[in-house]
């Protein structure tokens, strides 16, 4: 069976797409930081649809951990041969000169770094040249990419940027060894990530500036992601998809 490793997959987007995925027949691992029992609710719904599902607590931007997190997912799911790198921080909400260093370099750390140490990892577990089955990669772009977030989080936008770049890029150096990489970019979705960068209400009081004058759910956003994750997306690689609302 299909098994597809979620990294943040405690809550919001990634905990909607482990859900989703189980429903469509993938077995899920939820990695986690903190929160372990919200990252057990998740493993409880994936189980309920018949899947195998297991939660690990591992750092992304560790690279240590980040392996043992694959072996540990490996070892309880069989071989992985989809992954979501949907862990992010936007850090708190404000200007760049009010945002402190250690602040932008764990949004750093954990959306860039992050990503490519989680997706390298992968390649070494999926790419046919190193054994693999092959599989698909997704990452978590943002519309801030282009946008630039400015008064908000721009740090956040420059790593989505990053994310962009490094999507396109895998995707063109992996795409003969079987391994599809694309990314989802959200715009605003209702999810807890507003309340931890200090601005609780801030989906809705976007809702005027976003063409369908409402924010998106974040099942909403893990229906593109599922369906790259799927042989229903099979010559797609490289592409990087809005979610945005039109925004």
């Known amino acids: 069976m299909p098994a597809v490793l979620v990294t943040g997959g405690s809550r919001g987007i990634g905990a909607a797409v482990a859900r989703l995925a189980a429903t469509r027949g993938y077995d899920v691992c939820i990695n986690y930081m903190s929160n372990v029992e919200a990252a057990e609710e998740v493993v409880a719904a994936v189980e309920a649809e018949g899947r195998k599902g297991c939660a690990i607590h591992a750092d992304v931007a ?135 960068a200090g601005k609780p209400d801030r989906a809705k009081q976007m809702a005027p500036a976003i063409p369908m004058h409402r924010p998106g759910g974040a099942e909403e956003v893990a229906e593109p992601i599922v369906w790259l994750l799927s042989e229903a997306a099979s010559y797609v690689t490289g592409a990087v998809i809005r979610v945005s609302g039109g925004r």
């Open 62 to 196: 560790n690279p240590i951990q980040v392996e043992q997190l694959f072996e540990q997912a490996s070892s309880a799911l069989g071989p992985i041969t989809g992954l979501v790198n949907s862990a992010g921080l936007t850090g708190p909400a404000g200007t760049l000169s009010e945002t402190t260093v250690a602040a932008i370099e764990r949004v750093i750390n954990v959306n860039v770094l992050g990503t490519i140490l989680c997706s390298r990892e992968a390649l070494r577990w999926m790419a046919r040249s190193a054994g693999g089955e092959g599989g698909a990669i997704v990452n978590l772009s943002s519309v801030a990419a282009e946008i630039g977030s400015p008064g908000e989080f721009v740090w956040y936008a420059a790593t989505k940027g990053a994310v962009d770049s490094f999507t396109i890029g895998l995707a063109r150096e992996v795409g003969d060894d079987g391994v599809r990489v694309n990314a989802v970019a959200p715009g605003i979705i209702e999810t807890d990530i507003h309340e931890t």
